[in-house]
């Protein structure tokens, strides 16, 4: 058996079991096990299935032992700011609702009249941006349409958290997850009890904040008979993108970060929050980092757009086209001059994003694309844009200026958009590693074995393990 760390690392659209070993101060990695994930409608609302993926974590966990792996620890991370509540026995009441679920509808303009908290107030204490999905909306939202249930609960865990406690039975709500509630004060770094009394929550439900690296508990008797092994259960910085953050291979202070997948999360790491009116108008979040950095970022809708519009080609013509042939259409359309503002939430959840993308044109008196080539080039166009205008908005809020962009996930693959981004915000693109956040996870476990001392030491063995692509701008 090979002794290794386990990163369980799910996103929106799927899941993955990945080993990683460090020898000789160089990090391999071996995919054990991959799961598919993603929403469907669950009385009335969107949700996870939340169950099938806690049956897919155990399957991995078996599956990394069928390999000939023996993990010493496991670590959980996940997208951000949905959760499950859990009764006084225990049991998990009602769905997981997922974030791109519409239940929040008018909850920040219901918080503001019913509870005089205006946005500039709540971002002041809590640094989080606006996102329509943020958890203290749904908690609000399900306030309103189930207030049964939250009178019920007695534990609330975000996703991580839940998965973590059905591994080992220990339920903590980690730092990193717990922020993107925006019920988190963001010098506080811990829960915000008079915001959590304004709103009318319950604040029993809330546990205590644990940290990346805190060892939460040995895998449960029955987990073990289930997966032929014992391993103890980590905390990684369970949020993804914090993990992705983690993993970037930065060469000096003067880089920022974008993690590409799903979301493009575009920004960089601060030593304190800035919560001041400029930020908040530019919705740069604060979100917490590991060891308390500041992930100082902006959300950017991302390869959603191109997943979206991928999914519905392959659900009209039955075959999916695959990224390269996607970007070979682009790449033929490259001329195709128009561009959207991915941050407008009409693409969230569109019902068909080609249809969006060229509502979206129309609206703003713009060619609009018709072959899948122009409808591409139009989601590059847009992404490219918006990560220079996060650049500069950057640049101001933070009085920095950046002469680097580290890309790192997925998306870190598509060197099309790669150069594209590296013309447009006239940067020096570093794309790479593609495994950021199952990365930063294990970087967290890699770091409590002792194979790293510190992050800085283990940031150095990414750059030496992994191939990092360079890309001028033209
Ligand atoms: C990326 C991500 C983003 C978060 C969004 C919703 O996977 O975690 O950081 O804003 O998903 O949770």
């Known amino acids: 058996m090979q002794t290794c760390t386990l990163a369980v690392d799910i996103g929106a659209s799927s899941g993955r079991h990945i080993a990683g070993i460090v020898q000789n101060g160089k990090i391999t990695l071996q995919e054990v096990y991959r799961f598919e994930n993603g929403v469907h409608r669950e009385n009335g609302h969107l949700c996870w299935d939340i169950d099938t993926l806690a049956q897919e974590v155990v399957n991995g966990l078996k599956a990394a032992h069928d390999a000939g792996f023996a993990p010493a620890t496991i670590g959980i991370d996940t997208w951000a700011v949905d959760f499950v509540l859990l009764d006084a026995d225990n049991k998990r009441i009602g769905d997981a609702v997922a974030y791109r679920d519409e239940r929040t509808e008018g909850i920040r303009e219901a918080l503001e009249k019913e509870y005089g908290l205006t946005f500039a107030d709540h971002y002041a204490r809590t640094g989080i941006q606006y996102q329509p999905f943020n958890t203290v909306y749904q908690l609000m939202a399900l306030k309103k349409e189930h207030p049964e249930q939250l009178a019920a609960a007695k534990t609330f865990l975000m996703v991580p958290d839940y998965l973590n406690y059905l591994l080992c039975g220990v339920p903590a709500n980690e730092y990193t997850n717990a922020s993107t509630t925006a019920l988190v004060g963001a010098d506080s770094r811990d829960w915000d009890d008079a915001l959590i009394e304004k709103l009318g929550l319950p604040r029993g439900i809330f546990q205590p904040i644990k940290t990346a690296g805190t060892v939460l508990g040995h895998l449960s008797p029955e987990i073990q008979k289930a997966v032929g092994f014992d391993a103890e259960v980590i905390l990684p910085a369970t949020h993804d993108t914090g993990s992705a953050f983690l993993a970037v291979p930065a060469r000096d202070e003067y880089a920022a970060y974008l993690s590409s997948g799903t979301w493009s999360l575009l920004g960089v790491e601060n030593a304190a929050a800035i919560t001041g009116p400029d930020s908040c108008a530019a919705n740069f979040t604060n979100e917490g980092g590991y060891e308390y950095r500041y992930r100082y970022l902006k959300n950017i809708m991302g390869l959603w757009m191109i997943q979206s519009v991928r999914r519905e080609l392959g659900e009209k013509t039955g075959t999916r086209p695959s990224f390269p042939e996607l970007i070979a259409a682009a790449k033929e359309a490259a001329d195709f001059p128009s561009c959207v503002d991915p941050d407008d939430n009409r693409f969230l959840a569109p019902v068909s994003m080609i249809e969006e993308v060229r ?53 870190s693959q598509d060197g099309y958009l790669n150069q594209q ?20 996870n294990l970087m967290v476990q890699f770091i409590h074995s002792g194979d790293f001392a510190d992050l800085a030491e283990a940031r150095a063995a990414i750059r030496r393990s992994f191939e990092i692509k360079e890309y001028q701008p033209e």
């Not at 129309?362 to 205008?389: I, K, W």
């Not at 981004?421 to 930063?440: C, I, W």
Request: charged content about 10%; overall charge negative; proline content about 4%.
């Open 359 to 411: 509502a979206a044109c129309a609206d703003t008196h713009q060619p609009v694309p018709a072959a899948t080539g122009e409808v591409m080039q139009c989601v590059y166009n847009s992404l490219t844009q918006d990560y220079r205008r996060a650049v500069e908005t950057l640049q101001s809020l933070t009085g920095k200026t950046y002469t680097s962009l580290n890309i790192v996930g997925g998306g």
């Open 421 to 440: 981004t590296a013309n447009a915000t006239g940067l020096t693109v570093f794309a790479g590693p593609t495994e950021g956040t199952a990365l930063g």
